[in-house]
């Protein structure tokens, strides 16, 4: 691991509050390449809170402590402008008979940072029942959101009927809204149920606001899933993990049972072992942090953090998540028939047709890869 990587993990520690400064000190002397440095903490979204601790360390040198604290300032003023955005839009769906659950974004920030400007989030997260979709969505449009990747009618509804969530997008202001109806798009049994969300959140305000929140059990387990579906490629990804683990009133065995009632036991426990090999959490010792696949795991997300180095494909990486037969079965099974916006873009066939597509995404995979495949 280069010298940078260390620093910028050593100041992740030490903003979380499990590392001090000294070591930082001492790790920093030996940095070379400071705009390697600043550009890694800016790309792994943790510019923000890396700041402070290399500000103390007294060894920066000037030019690259003035980008960090920009990237900290614009990242305030950025989460200021979408948490007033959040709060607008709970308050007109909501007024319109639309229940919402906001996940992640300026919540998780104060849950686990205690404030707005520490933590980068780019979009608004909501959770609606699918029955409220389309109102939801008109609701948006009258406040200039469109659909982030506009499709025909026919083919964006056959993409909704596979898929978890659409991406809506204001262009003015460049603000991006995703609509949930679930939490994942298969192969995790429990959570595909849109019931999921609605029995596992609690209350709570922003900005005065009043509004709907996963609880702490339940944001701490999605965070694992979210990470894991996502390989873990960004470092923040895991400092939210350890900053709510440090901050929250998360219940361990609750934590657990909720894992394992959805089959995401082994994602909570890769969560868990990066964040405290990463940035010394002090995260619960379940025995399954000792599961060879979660070892396997962690080191193929090690590789690619830090030496970029070759790694499992995607599906290998996302079956050995699963423990259950059942969710592995459902997760293939949605890779290979369920339409994207790739496959619709391909033909545009009717309502009666719709199931068509189901057959057009794996022919179309079929043709992509056996191309590659007789072309070595």
Not at 295 to 322: C, G, I, K, Q, Y
């Amino acid at each position: 691991m280069r010298a940078e990587w260390t620093v910028v993990l050593q100041a992740c520690r030490s903003a979380l509050g499990y590392g001090g400064h000294e070591e930082l000190t001492a790790l920093a002397a030996a940095v070379t390449d400071w705009t390697w440095l600043v550009r890694c903490a800016d790309e792994h979204a943790v510019a923000p809170i890396v700041y402070a601790p290399l500000a103390a360390a007294g060894c920066v040198p000037a030019a690259a402590l003035a980008h960090l604290r920009t990237a900290l300032d614009e990242n305030a003023l950025r989460s200021i402008v979408l948490t007033r955005h959040l709060c607008e839009i709970v308050a007109s769906l909501e007024q319109h008979g639309i229940q919402v659950i906001p996940i992640k974004g300026p919540l998780l920030a104060r849950s686990a940072y205690g404030d707005l400007a520490s933590r980068r989030f780019a979009d608004l997260d909501l959770v609606v029942h699918r029955r409220d979709l389309d109102r939801a969505r008109a609701i948006l449009a009258q406040r200039g959101f469109g659909p982030a990747i506009p499709l025909a009618r026919d083919a964006e509804a056959a993409v909704l009927d596979a898929d978890y969530h659409v991406a809506l997008v204001e262009p003015e202001q460049n603000v991006m809204v995703e609509l949930h109806w679930a939490l994942v798009r298969s192969g995790l049994a429990g959570m595909t149920n849109e019931a999921w969300p609605w029995t596992h959140c609690g209350e709570t305000t922003a900005l005065g606001v009043p509004m709907r929140t996963l609880t702490s059990d339940a944001t701490f387990m999605y965070l694992c899933v979210h990470g894991s579906k996502h390989r873990w490629s960004q470092l923040g990804w895991l400092c939210d993990l350890a900053a709510l683990a440090r901050t929250s009133s998360a219940s361990w065995p609750a934590v657990e049972r909720l894992a394992a009632s959805v089959g995401a036991i082994r994602m909570v426990m890769l969560g868990c072992t990066l964040a405290a090999d990463l940035l010394g959490a002090s995260l619960h010792d379940w025995p399954g942090q000792r599961d060879a696949h979660v070892a396997r795991l962690a080191s193929d997300v090690r590789a690619r953090l830090f030496d970029d180095a070759p790694t499992m494909s995607f599906p290998a990486f996302e079956l050995r998540l699963r423990t259950r037969l059942a969710d592995r079965i459902a997760y293939l099974a949605q890779i290979a028939t369920g339409p994207r916006a790739p496959d619709v873009r391909l033909a545009a066939l009717p309502h009666s047709a719709r199931a068509l597509y189901y057959v057009l995404r794996p022919a179309r995979l079929a043709a992509k890869y056996g191309r590659r495949a007789f072309g070595r």
